[in-house]
């Protein structure tokens, strides 16, 4: 037999061994087939082959119209769809947990804006006495959010490019056509880095609006 290569699901072919099936049923010892694979001819489409794998598989067992198959086959196009089911499910499940560490890491940001407006109000008072006004104070805070959800992206892309790295030589092992390679996709990264600063912008308003509101006299006696 000539060289087949690595499947589909990355099986080597080339090291497969082919016995008898009732040789084979003996030496496993098992009584039934778990499965059958099929090749289709050239010319027949899977539509075709599965209604005919269908009709046979329902005479051998002996099925009539009224009970259901109690067998499965899987064709091309199911396979197909149920990847496509699977990256969807995982797709939503990524959705979900960037949504979480948005809303974990948001909260984080503005605690850390709060704590900072209640620790400097003799500063923003002193400011305020100075001639700065409420749009200065409001833009001071604004820009220390940005800085911090942007410092945050920088060391989260440093972070990931490093596990993109580190990771396969880890925990991939065996030949290189079964390992999954990992990369850091930098436009993947720029947009996160994007959505990061945006959410710190806005979840650095109302911090800002509450330094702005700081009575400069009030703050000086506090």
Do not use: C
């Not at 939503?92 to 940001?109: D, K, L, Q, S, Y």
């Not at 990992?182 to 600063?197: H, I, K, T």
Request: charged fraction near 20%; hydrophobic fraction near 50%.
């Amino acid at each position: 037999m000539r060289r087949a290569g690595p499947d589909a699901q990355g099986n080597d072919r080339d090291s497969v061994v082919y016995i008898p099936l009732r040789a084979g049923m003996r030496m496993l010892r098992v009584e039934g087939l778990r499965g059958i694979g099929f090749v289709p001819m050239s010319g027949v489409s899977d539509d075709v082959l599965v209604e005919r794998i269908t009709k046979l598989l329902r005479e051998r067992h002996g099925l009539d119209v009224s009970r259901r198959n109690d067998f499965e086959i899987e064709s091309g196009e199911s396979a197909a769809k149920q990847y496509r089911d699977g990256m969807r499910r995982h797709l939503v499940r990524g959705i979900v947990m960037a949504g979480i560490a948005a809303a974990v890491g948001g909260a984080v940001v503005t605690n850390v804006l709060l704590m900072a407006v209640g620790r400097r109000r003799a500063e923003i008072g002193l400011k305020r006495s100075l001639g700065a006004t409420r749009r200065d104070v409001s833009t001071e805070f604004m820009a220390e959010a940005l800085l911090l959800v942007f410092a945050g992206a920088v060391v989260g892309t440093a972070l990931g490019g490093l596990a993109a790295v580190v990771l396969p030589g880890l925990f991939m092992t065996g030949p290189a056509w079964s390992q999954l390679p990992m990369s850091l996709s930098w436009r993947a990264a720029v947009g996160a880095s994007l959505l990061a600063m945006t959410l710190g912008l806005l979840l650095g308003v109302s911090p800002a609006r509450r330094a702005a509101a700081v009575a400069p006299v009030r703050a000086l006696k506090g």
